[in-house]
């Protein structure tokens, strides 16, 4: 991702009790492509006392959030935010004024089931429930879902409409609150068939918890699923950790992500790597 578009807050909408929709427009959002993934996300930069001037991979200033609906047309993009607590993002998301500029980079984007597949297995905390409820509003009327959420209160079920078959499960549990119940809900489920195609978005230890789960129980090809951290539980401790990596494990470290093979098949080989270093 490396090019920055600006946008204005039109305004913000509470969808329910910890998910609010800020509306952006205007500046030169006309400009921004969509990838055409259901999940697609972008990095945005949130203004602090000054305006917003471009994006920057940097937790400082930036945070990343799907893009839930956009309009072409209209040049404007919703982003639903899960107001959990503390955090640039959060309280942007409950302060952000009509005219507030920020900036948001290009769009990239994580699912992909395999061409002529129907079936889908979709397992989310409530970050992942925005590009959740995209996946399932793009999604044709042959395709075929299963979707577990966990949310912190009930009281943030959404409707999910889908031409698709949508058979949801909603669960009170995990989001920073308390443990997350993705990975029981893997172990006591039947594991899916080799036809069906599983997303994954939560938060990142839990993430990484589903993909062990699924590689050592349900043994499938990577390109029949894609698994991402969409926030840390503790990222002080891993920034702490990372940080105290020699020059030469930061290079082992950034040797290994091959962009010329999948995300998946990357992830085998950084996973024992990340244990070994206590990240
Ligand atoms: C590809 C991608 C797409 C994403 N899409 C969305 C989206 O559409 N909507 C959305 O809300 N988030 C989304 N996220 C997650 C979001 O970027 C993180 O939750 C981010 O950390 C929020 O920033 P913050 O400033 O609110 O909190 P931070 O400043 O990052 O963290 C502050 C504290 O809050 C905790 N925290 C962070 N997020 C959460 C959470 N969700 N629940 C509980 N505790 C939390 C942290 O552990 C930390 O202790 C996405 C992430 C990725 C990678």
Same mark, same amino acid.
């Given at each position: 991702?490396?090019?920055?578009?600006?946008?204005? #807050?039109?305004?913000?909408?509470?969808?329910?009790? %910890?998910? *609010?929709?800020?509306? /952006?427009?205007?500046?030169?959002?006309?400009?921004?492509?969509?990838?055409?993934?259901?999940?697609?996300?972008?990095?945005?930069?949130?203004?602090?006392?000054?305006?917003?001037?471009?994006?920057?991979?940097?937790?400082?200033?930036? +945070?990343?959030?799907t893009? *839930?609906?956009?309009?072409?047309v209209a040049?404007?993009?919703?982003?639903?935010?899960v107001?959990?607590?503390?955090? $640039?993002?959060?309280?942007?998301?409950? %302060?952000?004024?009509?005219?507030?500029?920020?900036? &948001?980079?290009?769009?990239s984007?994580? !699912?992909?089931?395999?061409?002529?597949?129907?079936k889908?297995?979709?397992?989310?905390?409530?970050?992942?429930?925005?590009?959740?409820?995209?996946?399932?509003?793009?999604?044709?009327?042959?395709?075929?879902?299963?979707?577990?959420?966990?949310?912190?209160? $009930?009281?943030?079920?959404?409707? $999910?409409?889908?031409?698709?078959? #949508?058979?949801?499960v909603?669960? #009170?549990?995990?989001?920073?609150?308390s443990?997350?119940?993705?990975?029981?809900?893997?172990?006591?489920?039947?594991?899916?068939?080799?036809? #069906?195609?599983?997303?994954i978005a939560?938060?990142?230890?839990?993430?990484? +918890?589903?993909?062990?789960?699924? +590689?050592?129980?349900?043994?499938?090809?990577?390109?029949w !699923?894609? &698994?991402?951290?969409y926030? !840390?539980?503790?990222?002080?401790? &891993?920034?702490?950790?990372? %940080?105290?990596?020699t020059?030469?494990? +930061?290079a082992?470290?950034?040797?290994?992500?091959?962009?010329?093979r999948?995300?998946?098949?990357?992830?085998?080989?950084l996973?024992?790597? /990340?244990?070994?270093?206590?990240l």
């Amino acid at each position: 991702m490396t090019e920055s578009f600006y946008a204005d #807050v039109l305004g913000a909408t509470q969808i329910t009790p %910890n998910l *609010r929709r800020v509306h /952006l427009g205007g500046g030169t959002i006309a400009d921004w492509e969509s990838t055409g993934k259901a999940d697609e996300f972008v990095h945005v930069h949130i203004p602090g006392d000054n305006p917003a001037e471009g994006w920057e991979d940097d937790h400082d200033i930036a +945070r990343h959030y799907t893009i *839930r609906s956009y309009d072409a047309v209209a040049g404007t993009i919703d982003l639903d935010v899960v107001t959990h607590g503390h955090g $640039l993002g959060s309280s942007w998301a409950k %302060n952000c004024q009509p005219g507030d500029r920020v900036a &948001i980079s290009d769009a990239s984007g994580f !699912y992909g089931p395999p061409g002529g597949s129907t079936k889908r297995l979709l397992l989310a905390d409530a970050t992942g429930l925005p590009a959740v409820a995209r996946i399932l509003e793009e999604a044709s009327a042959d395709e075929e879902f299963d979707v577990i959420v966990e949310l912190l209160d $009930l009281a943030d079920k959404i409707e $999910l409409p889908s031409k698709a078959t #949508v058979r949801a499960v909603w669960r #009170v549990s995990g989001n920073g609150r308390s443990p997350s119940a993705l990975e029981t809900c893997m172990s006591r489920s039947e594991a899916p068939g080799e036809d #069906v195609y599983v997303w994954i978005a939560c938060e990142s230890a839990e993430s990484r +918890r589903a993909r062990k789960y699924l +590689r050592n129980n349900w043994g499938r090809h990577h390109t029949w !699923y894609r &698994i991402v951290g969409y926030w !840390y539980a503790n990222l002080d401790e &891993i920034m702490a950790t990372y %940080n105290s990596l020699t020059d030469e494990q +930061r290079a082992a470290y950034e040797a290994i992500w091959d962009d010329e093979r999948s995300d998946e098949a990357n992830w085998e080989e950084l996973e024992p790597f /990340l244990a070994a270093h206590g990240l």
